[in-house]
C-alpha cells in the first residue's frame, strides 16, 4: 500500500502480504519492509511503531533483524524529536545541532521502552528527548560556569519578559518581572547578571559608531594593567615590616635601593666590609619576606 501521509497503514496487511513498499523477512511474523521511514505520517508511525517494539522483544540483540527494527524505530520517530526541537528554537544554538542531541534521547529512549506497560512511546520518549536538550543546554552553551537554579531562572525571565511585552509591558523593569513570577526583586537582579554569563563576544569584534562607521575593536577598548599600581601596592603591603627593622637595617635598605649604591660603596659609607653588608641585607631581606608572606 502506498502511504499518502494522510490514512493510517492497515500494519497487519503490510505484515502480511509483498507490496512494493514493502519486502519482509522470510520469517512469517517478520516485519514489513519501510523503505522510507522518515516520510511515514505520525499517526501511522505510532501503529508501525507497536508492531516493531514488539518484535524487538523478541529479536537477538545484535542480528540483522534486530537492527533493522531499531534503526527503523529512530527514523520512524524522528518527528517527535523536531516537535520538542522547536520549543527551544528562540535559544541561540543551531536547529541541527538541538535536532542531534534530541535524537540522542529519542535513541535512549527506544532502548529503554518497556512494551510490557503498555504505555504509549510518544509519551515515553519526549521527557527523554526533551530532558537530554536541555542537558546540553546546560552543559555546553554557558560561556561561564553559572548554578543550574540560575541557568533556569534565567529561561523563566525571558518567557516573562515575553509575556509582559505581549500585555503592552514596554521593556519590562526588575519589579515588572518579580511581580510577574511571584519572586523578589534580589533574586531577579541575580538572575539577570547571571544572564551575561550565556554567551561571550569576541574581543576582535568590530566597534562601529552610530553612523555604522567603524570606529576600532573591541580589544582597544579593553584597559591594561598598569605597573605602576602593582609598584604601589607592593610598597604598601611593604611599609609597615620596613617599620619592623631596625635602624641599621634601614639605613642599609635605602642606600641599596634608595641611593642605589653598591654593597662595596655602602661598606665603604658605613665602615663595614662587603661581606658584612651582604649578610646585614640578606638578614633584613629574610625579614621582610617572612612578614609579606605570613600575611597571604
Known amino acids: 500500500m502506498r502511504h499518502t501521509g494522510t490514512t493510517t497503514m492497515d500494519t497487519a496487511h503490510l505484515a502480511g502480504q509483498h507490496t512494493p513498499e514493502t519486502d519482509a523477512f522470510d520469517d512469517p511474523v517478520a516485519l514489513p519492509r519501510i523503505e522510507s521511514p522518515r516520510t511515514v505520517a505520525p499517526a501511522d508511525a505510532r501503529e508501525l511503531s507497536r508492531l516493531f517494539f514488539e518484535r524487538l522483544t523478541a529479536l537477538e540483540e545484535g542480528t540483522h533483524e534486530y537492527q533493522y527494527a531499531r534503526n527503523t524505530l ?19 544554538p543551531e536547529t541541527d545541532d538541538i535536532v542531534q542531541v534530541g535524537t540522542i534521547g529519542l535513541i535512549k529512549a527506544i532502548d529503554r521502552f518497556d512494551t510490557s506497560l503498555e504505555n504509549e512511546f510518544t509519551t515515553f520518549a519526549v521527557p527523554y528527548i526533551s530532558g537530554e536538550i536541555k542537558r546540553f543546554f546546560r552543559d555546553t552553551t554557558w560561556s561561564v560556569r553559572v548554578p543550574r537554579r540560575l541557568q533556569e531562572l534565567r529561561v523563566d525571565l525571558a518567557r516573562a519578559r515575553e509575556e509582559l511585552e505581549g500585555d503592552g509591558v514596554h521593556e519590562p523593569g526588575v519589579a515588572d518581572l518579580a511581580s510577574h513570577l511571584g519572586l523578589k526583586e534580589e533574586e531577579v537582579n541575580e538572575g539577570l547578571v547571571a544572564c551575561n554569563g550565556y554567551d561571550s563576544d569576541s574581543i576582535d569584534r568590530p566597534v562601529h559608531t552610530r553612523g555604522r562607521q567603524q570606529a576600532g575593536l573591541v580589544a582597544d577598548l579593553i584597559g591594561q594593567e598598569d605597573p605602576a599600581l602593582a609598584l604601589a601596592e607592593d ?14 637595617e634601614r639605613i642599609l635598605i635605602r642606600l641599596r635601593f634608595g641611593e642605589e649604591m653598591t654593597q662595596s660603596e655602602i661598606g665603604a659609607e658605613l665602615g663595614l666590609s662587603q661581606m658584612h653588608v651582604s649578610r646585614l641585607l640578606s638578614r633584613a631581606f629574610s625579614t621582610l619576606r617572612d612578614g609579606l608572606l605570613a600575611e597571604e
Open 235 to 248: 610598597l604598601h603591603a611593604l611599609k609597615p615590616h620596613l617599620a619592623g627593622l631596625d635602624e641599621r
Open 74 to 92: 529512530i527514523e520512524m520517530n524522528l518527528s517527535l524529536v523536531q516537535y520538542v526541537a522547536r520549543r527551544f528554537r528562540s535559544r541561540g
